[in-house]
């Protein structure tokens, strides 16, 4: 999916919070390949939550533990000292809702990439358009099951121990290419 390609996007506030999905998780590549940073989440007494409602969990120091393994995973890239203060806020804020936490981080990427899409929220579930319902692209189990995505490689942290890697997070395509990533970048 290319955002450029939308005047403004939707995000779905209102659906129930479906489960395994790349809202709470992401990859990473690591000295010891493709590594999962995920954020843990506060069960609900009740079975179903919309995900606007979704709360973060600390009880294990999730966002300490990521930090680290950001830090091992990109420390000698490139760019790592231009944008660790920035990732980093990330993992030391604590957000109490996921949505705030995806929020931070996604307006965070779209400055970085120069995207000028504008970003409006759901007030209720709505069925929409197939063909520009993007909401059940983001299960993890489809992470490298999108053969239509194309990625354009990039010199990746270990690319001298694995081939190139796609469909990790903004981050490696950050700390690798810089204030190129938004010419590289194919949404």
Request: hydrophobic letters at 35%.
């Amino acid at each position: 999916m290319n955002l450029r390609k939308f005047d403004t996007i939707s995000i779905e506030t209102c659906e129930n919070f479906p489960k395994q999905t790349f809202r709470n998780r992401t990859y990473i590549l690591s000295a010891n390949g493709i590594l999962s940073i995920n954020v843990p989440l506060i069960k609900a007494t009740n079975i179903k939550q919309k995900t606007s409602e979704i709360r973060i969990s600390y009880t294990e120091n999730w966002n300490i533990k990521a930090w680290r393994t950001i830090t091992s995973a990109y420390s000698k890239s490139i760019y790592f000292e231009y944008f660790e203060d920035d990732i980093k806020n990330f993992f030391t804020n604590k957000y109490e809702k996921l949505i705030d936490l995806n929020l931070d981080i996604l307006y965070y990427f779209i400055n970085k990439f120069d995207i000028k899409t504008k970003i409006e929220f759901t007030q209720n579930y709505n069925i929409i358009n197939q063909d520009y319902d993007f909401r059940n692209k983001f299960f993890a189990n489809k992470r490298e099951n999108d053969s239509n995505i194309k990625f354009t490689p990039y010199i990746q942290c270990f690319s001298d121990k694995f081939p190139f890697t796609r469909n990790l997070s903004c981050i490696d395509l950050l700390m690798n290419t810089g204030k190129e990533s938004n010419l590289i970048i194919n949404f």
